[in-house]
């Protein structure tokens, strides 16, 4: 592992994994981290150049007061592909993953991205007050202004690691094991509080839908057959990106929000042939 340091002093850790000409850049989620890729990124094999990395106060990156926004961690991205030299990259977010890459995309277009890939999260995940009922459905939002901040509140209160418990298992299949479940909370806990309640606030209240017309790269959407996103969230996004591709992942492929964990060789296979069928694939 190495890591870098930002403008504004935290250090943000990464891991460079493979020498293929392609590289591609992980984007995780809220509360998750870099090491949940591992077993995708083995199952990958070396054809691809993988970077990836924590946000900041995740993971094993450094703690910071400040920068809890997705605005922030768009521009720790953008500062992490500077720090690498990388002109041109795969960028794959999920779920507030996926937030981050849309705000890099509305600051910083898209001269750098080769393609994205984007897993297992809603253009828009709370209520916000202009987003129609019909629309809501449509998008996947997923709690009102009342849910957001009563799980906020949680987070802080004296319950927070029942709260962030109940959370991570809404979020897989029944099928994971006792160990990988204990393992994916230990890292999920090391997102402090009250940075993680901050972001988290700043995340669900954001509304991407007018971002992803403007992704003009091929792009591949992946949703979960039995996930707390509805699957017709993913379908709708894919509708918004021209030339987008769509996979759903059945509840036997890992199809909750953990797809690239539960059943990394199936998720790998999906996202590889994706990338390369957009590239040259590198002789062997």
Not at 11 to 30: D, K, M, N
Not at 166 to 190: G, R, V
Not at 207 to 217: F, G, H
Not at 254 to 277: C, R, S
Request: glycine share 8%.
């Amino acid at each position: 592992m190495t890591d870098f340091i930002t403008r504004d002093g935290c250090s943000i850790t990464y891991r460079v994994t493979g020498a293929g000409e392609q590289t591609l850049v992980i984007l995780p989620g809220w509360s998750q981290t870099a090491a949940m890729f591992d077993r995708t990124i083995e199952a990958l094999g070396r054809d691809l150049r993988v970077v990836s990395y924590d946000h900041r106060n995740h993971g094993e990156s450094g703690r910071s007061d400040g920068g809890a926004r997705i605005a922030s961690l768009a521009a720790d991205l953008d500062e992490l592909l500077g720090q690498l030299g990388i002109e041109k990259a795969h960028l794959l977010g999920h779920s507030m993953g996926c937030s981050v890459l849309w705000s890099y995309i509305d600051r910083f277009g898209t001269d750098r991205i080769q393609s994205t890939v984007l897993v297992d999260q809603p253009s828009v995940c709370a209520l916000v007050p202009w987003l129609e009922p019909a629309d809501a459905a449509e998008v996947g939002a997923i709690m009102d202004f009342a849910g957001a901040d009563a799980f906020a509140r949680a987070l802080l209160g004296p319950d927070s690691d029942q709260a962030r418990a109940d959370f991570l298992t809404s979020m897989l299949t029944p099928d994971i094991s006792a160990d990988d479940y204990a393992w994916m909370l230990a890292e999920n806990m090391k997102l402090p509080m009250p940075f993680g309640a901050k972001l988290l606030l700043d995340h669900v209240t954001q509304d991407w839908r007018d971002v992803l017309p403007r992704i003009d790269v091929p792009t591949l959407v992946t949703g979960g057959a039995v996930s707390h996103v509805a699957a017709s969230s993913q379908e709708w996004i894919a509708a918004q990106i021209p030339g987008a591709k769509l996979v759903v992942f059945s509840r036997e492929d890992g199809g909750a929000h953990f797809p690239f964990y539960e059943q990394p060789k199936a998720f790998a296979k999906v996202l590889e042939d994706f990338i390369f069928a957009n590239t040259r694939r590198p002789h062997r």
